[in-house]
């Protein structure tokens, strides 16, 4: 009787199987390590392992109190292409103060916010700090641009900050401490332009002030020096007693000439020529206080006037410069600009980051594509290759 064999074949199905596996691994080993592997961690990491984040956003714009949006008609909008509007620059002032290392400051200082973004609901490769950053400030200042955004919406003008964090009340915290400062830097900014108004137009009242002082003193130091109160009125009052010297010396002179006709032996006659010679003096002497000498008022009136324009000059000067700051003081008991909220900061009821499929697809696809370059690279170093 035969005997049979009963033992079992050392090849079967399943070693078939994975030698088929192994086989096929060690023809597309480059295929799995640039390729499936890649696309495995990233499956692991963002199915397993990544937080969720959660995103808070508001909108605000900065509008003036004061000034009105002007009505521009189409044409106009076409050409005023490049002006900002009224309060566009200090939004763009706001949104820079918002990425800036002194928000972080102050936000750190207020809302703690290395310990919200280093807190254990955020995986190590997500939180604060990373597998290759320290807890320094410069750190918390990159992993602080990456989760918070502030732009600018061109189509509507207004300010969107979007904040980032792995918990819905820390990014709701963050984003309203950010609103809160913005609005501080805003009365701040408003302040320190309204004081510096304030302070340009009390300085222009000061050297008006003194300018009218200084010509004031010199119309008082001419006088003094000159013997003279006011020499345009003085000048006049001579000219008057001389107009009435020269109107009694006609009379006489025409009574003269009548009584040499009438009566030419009348002993009243040299009395009469006497008169007029003193009158003649008189008329002489007044002339001569008023010009025709060094000493006469014609000489001094021009220096006068000189002094009474420019103490005019300065009257007015001041009487504009009180005036100025009077309208600077009223303009700094308004406020300029204003933070208005278009959107407050919302409490976020759901992750929307990270984008799981969405990361898992882009990675399976940029590998691939490389994979695909270098293997396309290698085909073409190879056809050129010498054959030996």
């Not at 640039?34 to 508001?58: N, R």
């Not at 309203?176 to 304030?198: D, P, T, Y």
């Amino acid at each position: 009787m035969t005997q049979m064999d009963l033992s079992v074949p050392r090849d079967g199905p399943s070693s078939q199987n994975i030698s088929a596996v192994s086989a096929w691994l060690k023809r597309r080993r480059w295929f799995v390590l640039v390729v499936i592997t890649p696309t495995i961690l990233s499956a692991v990491y963002f199915g397993l392992i990544a937080s969720d984040v959660y995103v808070s956003e508001s909108r605000f714009v900065i509008k003036s109190a004061n000034q009105k949006q002007p009505q521009l008609s189409t044409l106009a909008n076409l050409i005023q292409t490049t002006g900002l509007s009224s309060g566009q620059e200090q939004t763009n002032e706001i949104l820079d103060y918002v990425r800036s290392r002194d928000a972080l400051k102050a936000l750190q200082s207020s809302a703690k916010v290395s310990e919200r973004y280093g807190a254990p609901n955020g995986d190590a490769l997500s939180r604060f700090p990373g597998v290759f950053s320290d807890t320094s400030f410069e750190s918390l200042y990159k992993f602080y641009g990456k989760m918070v955004d502030a732009k600018l919406d061109n189509e509507t003008g207004a300010a969107v900050l979007t904040v980032k964090a792995f918990s819905p009340q820390d990014a709701y915290t963050i984003n309203a401490s950010l609103l809160r400062m913005s609005e501080g830097l805003i009365n701040q900014l408003n302040n320190r332009a309204q004081s510096r108004a304030i302070l340009e137009a009390q300085k222009q009242v000061d050297l008006a002030m003194q300018r009218a002082k200084t010509a004031r003193v010199a119309i008082t130091q001419y006088r003094n020096s000159q013997s003279l109160l006011d020499p345009t009125k003085q000048a006049g009052g001579v000219l008057e007693v001389s107009n009435g010297l020269v109107a009694a010396r006609a009379e006489l002179q025409s009574r003269l000439q009548t009584m040499q006709q009438v009566a030419p032996q009348n002993p009243s006659i040299p009395a009469l020529r006497q008169r007029i010679e003193a009158l003649s003096s008189q008329i002489a002497l007044q002339d001569g206080r008023v010009a025709g000498t060094p000493t006469g008022l014609a000489s001094k009136l021009g220096g006068y006037e000189e002094l009474v324009v420019e103490q005019e000059f300065a009257t007015e000067s001041l009487n504009a410069a009180n005036a100025a700051l009077v309208q600077a003081t009223n303009e700094a008991q308004r406020q300029k600009f204003y933070l208005e909220r278009i959107v407050d900061p919302n409490v976020p009821d759901r992750a929307l980051l990270p984008k799981r499929i969405w990361n898992i697809i882009v990675t399976a696809a940029a590998m691939l594509c490389l994979y695909f370059i270098g293997w396309m690279l290698v085909v073409g170093i190879l056809e050129h290759a010498p054959d030996d």
